[in-house]
T-cell receptor, first 116, second 117 residues
Framework: AQSVSQHNHHVILSEAASLELGCNYS??????LFWYVQYPGQHLQLLLK??????LVKGIKGFEAEFIKSKFSFNLRKPSVQWSDTAEYFC??????????????FGTGTQLKVEL | EAGVAQSPRYKIIEKRQSVAFWCNPI?????LYWYQQILGQGPKLLIQ????????DSQLPKDRFSAERLKGVDSTLKIQPAKLEDSAVYLC???????????????FGEGSRLTVL
């Protein structure tokens, strides 16, 4: 079975600070990895995804994530956060083996608050 | 392009009552998902449809939860009878005709927030 761990449940940063949110997954085969974001009062939306190739992927709004296979990690980063980045961030995994191919498993989420 | 539509947005019921949620996916999306998101947790898949067939309902509490997608378009999720622990946001999502592992993106609705008293 696939699972996802997000270590930070609540993060508070000042504007312009750098951000790194941890995500580790557990799955025995090839995985696809995602970060979704939910802004206050809005629906979940895709931030970025990794399928194959360059392990450093870039998403919307200056976010990026690095897939480190040896560490089973897919941490989300942003060099300089803005107040508008205040949201809840979810890491998710989709295993490519039979039974996991179309199932997206989410982590528990990290609530980010950016203060002015 | 219209997104995933869900209703009602909010529902308050007493335990042992029943409730139904409706979802209309993005036009042309063959795959429809219902997720349950309890406060402080990530979304958990309840059921996945491909057109009008069930692909995965392994985490659906079938003694009280049911879902259908009769014409392969919109879907209804029902809870009967509701328990206190069913208080959650019920999210509907859809994805395009290709396998999720090829497209990678689920499109979510705004959710239906259920409070069971």
């Amino acid at each position: 079975a696939q699972s996802v761990s997000q270590h930070n449940h609540h993060v508070i940063l000042s504007e312009a600070a750098s951000l790194e949110l941890g995500c580790n997954y557990s799955y025995g085969g090839t995985v696809n990895l995602f970060w979704y974001v939910q802004y206050p009062g809005q629906h979940l939306q895709l931030l970025l995804k990794y399928f194959s190739g360059d392990p450093l992927v870039k998403g919307i709004k200056g976010f990026e994530a690095e897939f480190i296979k040896s560490k089973f990690s897919f941490n989300l980063r942003k060099p300089s956060v803005q107040w508008s980045d205040t949201a809840e961030y979810f890491c998710a995994v989709n295993g490519s083996l039979t039974g996991g191919g179309n199932k997206l498993t989410f982590g528990t989420g990290t609530q980010l608050k950016v203060e002015l | 392009e219209a997104g995933v539509a869900q209703s009602p947005r909010y529902k308050i019921i007493e335990k042992r009552q029943s409730v139904a949620f409706w979802c209309n996916p993005i036009s042309g999306h063959a795959t429809l998902y219902w997720y349950q998101q309890i406060l402080g947790q990530g979304p958990k898949l309840l059921i996945q449809f491909q057109n009008n067939g069930v692909v995965d309902d392994s985490q659906l509490p079938k003694d009280r939860f049911s879902a259908e997608r009769l014409k392969g378009v919109d879907s209804t999720l029902k809870i009967q009878p509701a328990k206190l622990e069913d208080s959650a946001v019920y999210l509907c999502a859809s994805s395009g005709g290709q396998a999720l592992r090829n497209t990678g993106e689920l499109f979510f609705g705004e959710g239906s927030r259920l409070t069971v008293l």
